[in-house]
């Protein structure tokens, strides 16, 4: 078989990246290469349209196996398999464990509880994991700072009175004073020295990790996939000094670190994202020169380094930013490609984000869902069975490398200012982070990132009903417990891409006047159809009611039909040529009667301005603020 298929590629004469490039100078007619076809990404690089063999050569991304040092590929060996993690906020110890027993049925390996400290003693973790073989799943726990420590000797109670072995028990504790700093804008630094006796605690336990990187912050508020990746590899290396500087070996304090990453919709970036985290992850701990403390290990190196601490155990979380309250269910097709593209890269366990979390508590149904979404990945894709699938792809691994120097430059800025934690206290970090997320909302008002059901094809008869957008959880788990420490910090905005435009559709619902929006197409066919239909998008995205037509024979027939319907606004919809002749009558024989708009940008605009003509919609409006203004005219 092997020789067949030799002998059908050798039909094929070998084309070099020279006759590509002439068949495309062909193809663009004069056009600028660079311009039309080469992308310039947020992260700064330039990615090619595309790329062959021989632009992987002297990267060092596709000489290393999975399993091995430095972890580009992977921390795995034989398969890509992956824990499927559903979180369960704690409000009830019995009811959480029944609804852990139940999920553990359908599908779910890994357990997220989100515990209030208040409640924290020996008796409440007996009814939270009664029935629990903690061997057998992921356990990971989240509760306020403080009570952290006080969690894990709970744990380690609770573990020893059962009689599990340390080596079979894998999970988490989710110790994050930064987290919380950029949170909630309060200063908790004095809380990291108890990361130190945290670690002691739980030494014996080799597969649970109790010091967390949420890095998955940064990607809810709107960061760049470098952003998120630099200040994470920050992020834990502050950790991991700190607790070095505090006389923890760094094989252990390395090994105790776990980082929780966002997935963005941005596919191929994500995959290369976590390649490229794992790498630079390695490269750092080597420089702590761990130290293994086994004989026996074969994963170590001549000077006794200890490749196993040097591993990045990685969670990866859909992102929320992307999520929207419209067209909700479009959400499900966001999380599956950011889950897919999170088990390509090799993850050690994600969580999906139920569709309807932007505006309501998840149900059975979209949890439910969420699991499925997994599970299709894992047992209809089998995705779990490659070991790195995406190894040697000529685009993912230039984009690994590109986006590798993007985040360590940022890391390397972070640590000449003095690190993490000082640049969380002096503000940096969550002003980028910030400033970030008021880019991408621009970008989102003027069309230039798209979310389809929000900025770009609304559901034009969907009304929001009782829906409302939910704030993000900020609660740290204290059990509603009260902090002496002052919010003096600056804090991340977590503002989703969909928020304002949300915000303008629930006004125009809920001030009981949606206003119609005519289309009176008239003249060129393609071009009053396609103006016609881009309109209809655009002011459909206020949640207006707009009324589409085959064509008129004349400006007055529209109008008149307009004004039959009832029609708050009038769009005129023709080709440049025809705005000339077309669009002043319209507007002369409206007279008034209704807002008259002109889709697009003719040549002729500056007379049909001088003839009173105001509004006109095309793809260079900024869509957030026109819709804004009209809706300020229409509303009020």
């Known amino acids: 078989m092997a020789d067949s298929k030799e002998k059908l590629f050798s039909d094929f004469s070998p084309v070099s990246t020279q006759e590509w490039m002439d068949k495309i100078t062909v193809d663009l007619k004069g056009a600028d290469f660079e311009k039309k076809l080469v992308w310039r990404t947020n992260e700064g690089f330039k990615v090619k349209p595309f790329y062959r063999q021989e632009d992987l050569e002297g990267l060092k991304t596709t000489e290393g196996l999975p399993g091995q040092y430095p972890y580009i590929r992977g921390i795995k060996k034989d398969d890509n398999t992956w824990f499927i993690r559903q979180d369960i906020t704690v409000n ?6 029944a609804k852990a027993l139940d999920i553990l049925n359908k599908g779910v390996d890994s357990l997220g509880f989100h515990i209030k400290a208040k409640e924290l003693n020996a008796e409440y973790l007996d009814t939270l994991l009664k029935d629990i073989c903690c061997e057998c799943v992921e356990l990971s726990f989240s509760t306020c700072q403080r009570h952290t420590l006080q969690l894990a000797q709970l744990l380690v109670a609770y573990f020893q009175k059962k009689g ?42 080799p597969h649970f990790r109790c010091i967390a990187v949420n890095s998955v912050q940064l990607n ?31 094989a252990l304090a390395a090994k105790k670190i776990k980082f929780n990453f966002g997935i963005s919709s941005n ?29 026996d290990c074969k994963n170590t190196g001549a000077d006794g380094t200890c490749y196993c601490a040097c591993k990045m155990v990685a969670h990866a979380e859909t992102s929320n930013f992307n999520l929207t309250l419209f067209d909700a269910h479009v959400n499900l097709l966001r999380t599956q490609t950011e889950a897919m593209s999170a088990a390509i890269a090799g993850v050690n366990s994600i969580t999906v984000s139920p569709f309807d979390k932007a505006y309501e508590t998840p149900d059975d149904f979209s949890e439910r869902i969420a699991r499925n979404q997994q599970l299709l990945l894992k047992e209809e894709s089998h995705l779990n069975r490659i070991v790195d699938p995406a190894a040697g792809s000529y685009y993912i691994e230039n984009l690994t490398v590109a986006i590798a120097k993007q985040a360590w430059d940022l890391f390397l800025s972070v640590e000449e200012a003095g690190g993490m934690l000082q640049a969380v206290k002096a503000g940096s970090i969550q002003e980028a982070v910030n400033q970030s997320n008021k880019a991408r909302h621009e970008a989102v008002s003027k069309r230039k990132e798209i979310l389809l ?23 740290c788990g204290c059990g509603g417990e009260a902090h002496e420490e002052e919010g003096t910090l600056a804090k991340l905005e977590t503002a989703r891409a969909a928020s304002e435009f949300e915000a303008l559709r629930l006004e125009t619902e809920n001030s009981g006047k949606r206003p119609k929006a005519f289309m009176l197409t008239i003249g060129n066919l393609a071009m009053r159809q396609a103006r016609a239909q881009f ?11 707009v009324i589409d037509n085959l064509g008129f024979a004349s400006v007055e027939e529209g109008i008149e039909a307009a004004m039959k319907a009832q029609a708050d606004i009038v769009v005129i919809c023709s080709s440049d040529d025809e ?30 301005k001088a003839a009173g003509i105001e509004n006109f919609i095309h793809v260079r409006c900024n869509v957030l603020e026109t819709l804004r203004e009209y809706n300020s005219k229409l509303l009020s």
């Open 164 to 205: 599990y072995a340390p080596e079979k028990l894998k999970g988490s504790l989710n110790f994050d004073p930064i987290s919380k700093m950029m949170q909630k804008g309060k200063d908790v630094s004095a809380v990291i020295a108890t990361g130190k006796e945290l670690v002691e605690t739980l030494a014996a336990y």
């Open 453 to 475: 059901g929000t900025n770009q094809y609304p559901n034009f008869n969907e009304l929001a009903g009782d829906k409302r957008p939910l704030d993000g959880c900020k609660k």
């Open 92 to 97: 009830d110890a019995a009811e959480a464990n």
């Open 579 to 608: 705005y000339a002749e077309y669009a002043i009558p319209a507007f002369k024989a409206l007279n008034g009667r209704a807002m008259f708009i002109v889709a697009g940008a003719p040549a002729c605009m500056e007379e049909l």
């Open 535 to 545: 309109s209809c998008n655009f002011l459909a995205c206020a949640g207006y009611q």
């Open 220 to 250: 809810n508020a709107g960061a760049y996939i470098y952003q998120e990746l630099g200040y994470a590899l920050a992020w834990g290396n502050e950790y991991l000094n700190q607790l070095v500087e505090a006389g923890v070996p760094a």
């Open 267 to 295: 596919y191929f970036m994500e995959i290369a994202k976590f390649r490229a985290a794992r790498m630079l992850w390695a490269d750092i701990v080597k420089q702590y020169a761990p130290k293994c403390p086994r004989t």
